[in-house]
C-alpha cells in the first residue's frame, strides 16, 4: 500500500515563501505521475502542478513562475517551492501520485496566507 506524507505548511503572509514536501512509502521512480493538489473552503480540489516521468511538469496558469514542482528519487520526495504568496493560495494540500492507473492521495497540509 503506497503511503503519501506531507509536511511544510503553516501560516505566512502575503508575500511570503513556503516549501512543501511529500514523502512517498514506495519508490517514487514507479510513479508515471506526481503533483500537488489544493483544496480552498468551498471550491473544488485543483491541480496546482504536477511532475511525470519524462521530467514534463505542469502548472497551474495562477501559480506559473512562483511555484516549483521537483522529485527526488532518491529520497522518493516531491518538493513544492511556493514563493511569492497570496491570499488565495490558501488551502489544504494534497499530494497525489498515479502508478499503473491506480492514484493515491496524502491527507493534506494546510497552507494559510494573511492578507
Known amino acids: 500500500q503506497v503511503q503519501l506524507v506531507e509536511s511544510g505548511g503553516g501560516l505566512v503572509q502575503t508575500g511570503g515563501s513556503l516549501r512543501l514536501s511529500c514523502a512517498a512509502s514506495?519508490?517514487?521512480?514507479?510513479?508515471?505521475?506526481m503533483g500537488w493538489y489544493r483544496q480552498a473552503p468551498g471550491k473544488q480540489r485543483e491541480l496546482v502542478a504536477g511532475?511525470?516521468?519524462?521530467?514534463?511538469?505542469p502548472y497551474r496558469d495562477s501559480v506559473k513562475g512562483r511555484f516549483t514542482i521537483s522529485r527526488d528519487n532518491a529520497k522518493n520526495t516531491v518538493s513544492l517551492q511556493m514563493n511569492s504568496l497570496t491570499y488565495e493560495d490558501t488551502a489544504e494540500y494534497y499530494c497525489?501520485?498515479?502508478?499503473?492507473?491506480?492514484?493515491?492521495w496524502g491527507h493534506g497540509t494546510q497552507v494559510n496566507v494573511s492578507s
Open positions: 497525489y501520485a498515479a502508478q499503473d492507473g491506480i492514484g493515491y
Open positions: 514506495g519508490n517514487i521512480a514507479n510513479f508515471n505521475f
Open positions: 511532475i511525470t516521468t519524462d521530467g514534463s511538469t
